[in-house]
């Protein structure tokens, strides 16, 4: 019996050791990445890129206007904050401490003091860097700092490490703003994004304590006939995902995802490229962003259906973050979708399936080491 039990210590700790090694090797590859890729973008602006000027259509007893260039969305933002009377439910998750953010926080603060109702939402752990001194708020505006740490004890249920990541602007439920656009001096000319203003009883913001967002995409994917295009700044989707486009691709559907070619989260990228091989021999067509950061979530599927939101196609979008998707069953919102689309094709270059295949050995180590990275984000 001795012997047995020293022969399973044995076996354990060279478990343990194994398992320590694999999972070190991907986190220092993880971080080599990051670092290098951090140090090649030092100094590096963005090119100009295409966009679609704000297309506004009627839906459901009112409009939405649809944005891809943020200084025309922060324009119509900060007007619509001027123009309170009553209340403005403000909710971001990165707000920067440039000129960007510096004039929204003076125009809540301006509403405010007029007498006007101001809560206002943010990330702690998305704004960890910015200057402590910019998130000194006056005690007119009503401010609730979503926390760093959620878990609690439960530290192993990666479900309570989701973050607030919403955007939204609702004032005087009259008029509110959703998407992907979070707050700063580079979102509004550097990055290509999308977002919606909605009126009419499209304001009325639901608070659900489930995630539907997910159900809600394989719902339309599973009953697309003609096409579905997608849009997204991440893309790491659980395996059901994947099956639902590739069963898409093979019943001969127009299925087309557009990524950015290089994001602002390398890891994420090698990642995302892990699905690539599949969803190509399927017939689904990747379309990758050049030169600039793509952070659309977006969708539109057989010219009736869209979404405009801030869930990634990732695990914690999917089943952790606190999110908003606003879904349209709309022909003439998913003309203007499918318009916001090829403007964006206009500047991706298309991965095809031979270039895929002959990538180099660097390439395909790479996506294996960090394939079991994928659950986690």
């Given at each position: 019996?001795?012997?047995d ?8 700790s ?16 993880a ?22 000027g ?31 009377q ?11 401490a ?11 603060t ?37 926390p ?19 955007k ?7 008029v ?26 499209g ?15 394989l ?15 991440y ?10 486009l590739?069963?898409?691709?093979l ?34 067509r ?7 950061m ?63 295949e ?20």
């Amino acid at each position: 019996m001795p012997r047995d039990r020293s022969s399973s210590g044995r076996l354990l700790s060279t478990l343990r050791r194994t398992l320590l090694a694999v999972f070190g090797s991907q986190l220092l590859l993880a971080i080599g990445l990051t670092l290098v890729d951090s140090y090649r973008r030092r100094g590096k602006k963005p090119k100009p890129f295409p966009t679609t000027g704000p297309s506004e259509v009627e839906v459901g007893g009112g409009t939405v206007t649809t944005y891809t260039f943020g200084q025309d969305l922060y324009d119509d933002m900060l007007a619509a904050i001027d123009g309170a009377q009553r209340q403005i439910l403000f909710e971001t998750y990165i707000w920067k401490a440039d000129e960007v953010g510096e004039r929204f926080k003076r125009a809540l603060t301006e509403a405010a003091d007029r007498g006007v109702d101001v809560y206002v939402i943010y990330d702690a752990f998305a704004n960890a860097v910015v200057d402590p001194r910019f998130k000194h708020f006056a005690p007119s505006l009503k401010v609730l700092r979503y926390p760093i740490y959620t878990a609690g004890l439960r530290f192993y249920d990666l479900r309570r490490y989701g973050r607030d990541h919403r955007k939204i602007l609702v004032v005087d439920d009259e008029v509110g703003f959703v998407g992907g656009y979070n707050i700063g001096t580079p979102f509004a000319t550097e990055w290509r994004d999308t977002h919606c203003r909605i009126t009419g009883p499209g304001v009325w913001v639901p608070r659900l304590w489930m995630f539907p967002i997910r159900s809600m995409y394989l719902e339309a994917i599973n009953r697309a006939t003609g096409k579905i295009w997608l849009t997204h700044a991440y893309f790491i989707p659980d395996q059901d995902f994947v099956d639902a486009l590739v069963t898409a691709g093979l019943r001969g559907v127009d299925v087309r995802l557009l990524l950015p070619a290089k994001s602002n989260h390398i890891v994420a990228d090698w990642l995302s490229r892990g699905y690539f091989g599949q969803l190509l021999e399927a017939g689904v067509r990747i379309f990758r962003f050049r030169d600039a950061m793509v952070h659309a979530k977006t969708a539109t599927i057989d010219g009736q259906w869209s979404t405009i939101g801030t869930a990634n196609i990732d695990r914690l979008s999917m089943t952790g973050n606190y999110e908003i998707n606003v879904e349209f069953i709309d022909d003439d919102m998913a003309t203007a979708m499918e318009k916001v689309f090829q403007t964006d094709l206009s500047n991706c270059v298309e991965l095809t399936q031979g270039e895929w295949e002959s990538r180099d050995i660097y390439r395909r180590f790479t996506e294996a080491v960090l394939a079991p990275l994928r659950p986690l984000l």
